[in-house]
């Protein structure tokens, strides 16, 4: 049995998802009009470890990070790192810097918008690591082309990331999974590092659960994550 190919995200040129909730509070406010600016990645032009952090550093890039709490947890194990979020909705932007501060982080940089654009715009081979943690399922057939794991997305990943580099994604949706062992199991361009079923059940130390994960097990799903290491 084979799966239709879904359109090409990057083809289409955007990816789906909402701007703002609701009205943000005096403190988050405060955050986006100062905080922000200092950290928001450049709208044009090339991208790079030097350009964002002056130096030659390894980088990560989180696809939709929510609220920000994992982005802000990893560059705060690797602050020798820099890294990149992309997130569209703002009130998770101003999450983001809110772990931003507290923690003290000067290793993390902000794109309120697209990550396909942004992405792009990084030269090939630059990134250690890519996270797409809990993206949206979108579960009806009609709205399957707006995954991110379809094959234009999952062929800029692949560009971006070094040989070595890792593609880390998690769902609490079975069929989101599905789909992605199911792209990415004859892409040989990727391995999946999975030898057994501890690897995608447990929670490691370097990568744990966030809000929406705890929120998913509360409700008695399971949360996978999946890591494919780039060849």
């Known amino acids: 049995m084979t799966m239709p190919e ?10 789906y998802g909402r701007a703002q909730g609701h009205p943000l509070r005096a403190n988050a406010q405060r955050l986006v009009d100062d905080l922000l600016p200092a950290l928001d990645v450049p709208e044009e032009g090339p991208l790079s470890a030097q350009s964002l952090f002056g130096d030659d550093r390894p980088l990560a890039f989180e696809v939709g990070f929510g609220k920000g709490e994992h982005l802000a947890f990893q560059g705060a194990l690797h602050r020798d790192w820099g890294f990149i979020g992309a997130e569209p909705y703002l009130n998770g932007v101003a999450g ?3 772990e931003i501060e507290e923690r003290g982080l000067t290793n993390v940089r902000v794109h309120r918008g697209d990550a396909i654009d942004l992405l792009e715009r990084l030269p090939d ?3 250690n690591a890519v996270y797409l943690l809990h993206p949206d399922p979108w579960p ?3 709205h399957v082309k707006r995954r991110f794991v379809n094959k234009g997305p999952v062929s800029l990943v692949a560009a ?27 892409d040989k361009r990727f391995e999946w590092t999975a030898e057994t079923p501890a690897d995608w059940e447990d929670i490691p130390a370097d990568w744990p659960d ?4 705890q929120k998913a097990r509360k409700l008695g799903h399971d949360v996978w994550r999946l890591i494919y290491r780039r060849l």
């Open 6 to 15: 879904a359109p090409d995200p990057v083809s289409i040129r955007r990816l």
């Open 96 to 98: 983001l810097l809110a």
């Open 125 to 127: 081979a630059s990134l």
């Open 140 to 142: 009806k057939a009609r």
């Open 160 to 186: 971006k990331l070094k040989p070595g580099g890792e593609f880390r994604i998690a769902t609490d949706h079975v069929n989101y999974m599905r789909h992605v062992l199911f792209t990415l199991q004859d």
């Open 210 to 213: 966030t809000r929406f994960a």
